[in-house]
T-cell receptor, first 111, second 112 residues
Framework: RKEVEQDPGPFNVPEGATVAFNCTYS??????FFWYRQDCRKEPKLLMSVYSSGNEDGRFTAQLNRASQYISLLIRDSKLSDSATYLCVVKYTGTASKLTFGTGTRLQVTL | ETGVTQSPTHLIKTRGQQVTLRCSSQ?????VSWYQQALGQGPQFIFQ???????GRGNFPPRFSGLQFPNYSSELNVNALELDDSALYLC???????????FGPGTRLTVL
């Protein structure tokens, strides 16, 4: 079983739609959670950190459920520029800077 | 831009050869991590350097080695290249007191 699991997609949605991505992680000794965005053939870029209380950044909302070991990302009013791969990332306690990535969920927003 | 740079951007090698990839971290960041990203996969942690010492390693064989220099720049060396080493190699830097890592643009390595 992978440490961080995501549905690879692709998710094809029209502009303006709301789309949600889910991610589960297997190691309960987890400390920090992130969503990264990766455009084709580019480096991953931090989209947002994820907190237990839930957090929002504009059209993006992230949620963490520690009891279920589940992380989500909601994108409202999708834009063409949101088309990318979204990587769920976990950092475990005591592993210095090691980030553990899911395989990513590909989003394609269409006209 | 993250301020993390990597060189070269692309590289083609043949099986059995050795390669050195380079990374300059963001100013003031003393921790550098290296990741390997195969096609269709998420990045996989190779190792981390902090103040010139390796202080964390993923599930990679010893032919993957590294260095960090006093200015916190870093090198990744891979010996005896195999076809499966073809991937995007990413370095990420981090400053003290934060979990946020900033990635460089990566080096795309092709092994023929």
């Amino acid at each position: 079983r992978k440490e961080v699991e995501q549905d690879p997609g692709p998710f094809n949605v029209p502009e303006g739609a709301t789309v949600a991505f889910n991610c589960t992680y297997s190691n309960s000794a987890s400390q920090s959670f992130f969503w990264y965005r990766q455009d084709c053939r580019k480096e991953p870029k931090l989209l947002m950190s994820v907190y237990s209380s839930g957090n929002e950044d504009g059209r993006f909302t992230a949620q963490l459920n520690r009891a279920s070991q589940y992380i989500s990302l909601l994108i409202r009013d999708s834009k063409l520029s949101d088309s990318a791969t979204y990587l769920c990332v976990v950092k475990y306690t005591g592993t210095a800077s090691k980030l553990t990535f899911g395989t990513g969920t590909r989003l394609q927003v269409t006209l | 831009e993250t301020g993390v740079t990597q060189s070269p951007t692309h590289l083609i090698k043949t099986r059995g050869q050795q390669v050195t990839l380079r990374c300059s971290s963001q100013s003031g960041h003393n921790t550098v991590s290296w990741y390997q990203q195969a096609l269709g996969q998420g990045p996989q942690f190779i190792f981390q350097y902090y103040r010139e010492e390796e202080n964390g390693r993923g599930n990679f064989p010893p032919r993957f080695s590294g260095l960090q220099f006093p200015n916190y720049s870093s090198e990744l060396n891979v010996n005896a290249l195999e076809l499966d080493d073809s991937a995007l190699y990413l370095c990420a830097s981090r400053g003290g007191g934060t979990d946020t890592q900033y990635f460089g643009p990566g080096t795309r390595l092709t092994v023929l």
